[in-house]
DNA sequence: CACTAATACGTGTCTATACATTTAATATCA
DNA sequence: TGATATTAAATGTATAGACACGTATTAGTG
């Protein structure tokens, strides 16, 4: 694949800022792409993934929707449809809050932990298959990316 | 917004790659919402958007949708519909192909030029406004993405 | 207390992504 | 030539993203 003018067949860029937007955008399709070929078997998207390990990082403890919604990946998101869609699957319960009726208690169900321990392995993989950088390019990455959004 | 454990409010990562991984799904998300800002006036999608850059780097020559499709940044996405949609606001025209009627031709038209130039001004400052890294910092940006696809 | 504001969640709608399938036209080759 | 494969594009369907809006509940204030 190599380099991004090659991938998508453009000769070259304004500059490097213009060229960064659309390495992003390009790299990002890369990478949801590749974590798709995991998650597909286990009938789950990338943010449905999201929100099973953020209810896992809560260790039994009740989420909300829009605690759900402020730790997602794309804020933008919608955390009330995507709980709909797990607990269709039986992955998470959701209770009727007491001291606040307005709120929803959500907490991820032993069949969703297992999902995640089944899917742990794959993911270790994807790391070392997909990402192509050692860890101190990995860690400079991160240093950039948190910097690039100031 | 500073760090990215903070933004998400997740702690701690289980390695820099597991970090990385986040990293970019949330920086992608950071760039898509401020690049909707200001195409949304215009009444475009980032993809809309980045199939008339396309266009426009044919210089005329009329372009079929498969070729736009390999260009463009999400490969699975739908060049078919894109193009149908942008075909409805008048910013590109479909030529039956004479020599392989299965293709078909797509050219940018004055109107769908006229839009990117009026954008253009805003997409400069986009730049310096939404990444803040300095120059070195976006080259070595670039180089590490290129490096991450491998 | 009544009125208003704010909050939590759900819904509606349009567009985009992901992927399978379909249809038409062209290429290949026995 | 005729059967088959390949290609280009369109279509179908489910999920997700973007964003406006609705509804119920709680908080805040005169």
């Known amino acids: 694949m190599g380099s991004l003018e090659e991938a998508i067949k453009q000769k070259e860029f304004k500059d ?3 060229k960064l937007v659309v390495n992003l955008l390009y790299t990002h399709s890369y990478l949801v792409s590749a974590q ?5 078997p ?4 990338p943010e449905q993934y999201n929100v099973l390990r953020i209810l896992r990082g809560q260790n039994g403890v009740p989420t909300t929707v829009s605690s759900i919604q402020d730790r997602m990946l794309n804020k933008m998101s919608n955390a009330s449809r ?5 607990k269709a699957k039986l992955l998470i319960e959701r209770r009727e809050c007491p001291s ?3 709120q929803v208690d959500i907490v991820i169900t032993d069949k969703g932990l297992q ?3 089944e899917l742990q392995a794959y993911m270790e993989g994807f ?3 997909v990402i192509k950088l050692n860890e101190e390019e990995v860690v400079m990455m991160n ?5 690039l959004r100031g």
């Open 36 to 40: 798709n070929g995991i998650l597909k």
């Open 100 to 102: 606040d009726r307005r």
């Open 42 to 45: 286990f009938d789950l998207s």
């Open 143 to 147: 240093t950039l990316l948190d910097k």
């Open 82 to 86: 995507l709980v709909d869609k797990l």
């Open 16 to 18: 490097p800022y213009n």
């Open 115 to 117: 999902v995640l321990n």
């Open 127 to 129: 790391n070392n298959e």
